[in-house]
Nanobody, 126 residues
């Protein structure tokens, strides 16, 4: 059974840092790219970042570029999202997801991801 489990969320102040973790199991981890998405209250879910399983290339939404970093630990089947200089507008439920298509075109369409974690809340206070 494919499972993705997020952890590391919580309440932080603006300007601080937070690291989210995604534990993957039930599939051959190094055969898939993994992405992070988020959904703020009253808004649609949006793509945040994705990391290639082929060469480690990473892709970011413009809103987080330069502040967030996605990384993987293939020995532990883990994906991380390091969030620095967080802003109140980063407040959302964050999800990790498995991409089931090649890394072509726009990378952060949620329709291109087939398995999702349950999500974890991140709240940034001003």
């Amino acid at each position: 059974e494919v499972q993705l489990v997020e952890s590391g969320g919580g309440l932080v102040q603006a300007g601080e840092s937070l690291r989210l973790s995604c534990a993957a199991s039930g599939f051959t981890f190094d055969r898939y790219a993994i992405g992070w998405f988020r959904q703020a209250p009253g808004k649609e879910r949006e793509g945040v970042a994705c990391i290639s399983n082929n060469d480690g290339e990473s892709f970011y939404a413009n809103s987080v570029k330069g502040r967030f970093t996605i990384s993987t630990d293939y020995a532990q089947n883990m994906v991380y999202l390091q969030m620095n200089s967080v802003k109140p507008e980063d407040t959302a439920v964050y999800y990790c997801a498995r991409r089931n298509l090649p890394l072509l075109g726009y990378i952060l369409h949620q329709k291109d991801y087939d398995y999702w974690g349950q999500g974890i809340q991140v709240t940034v206070s001003s």
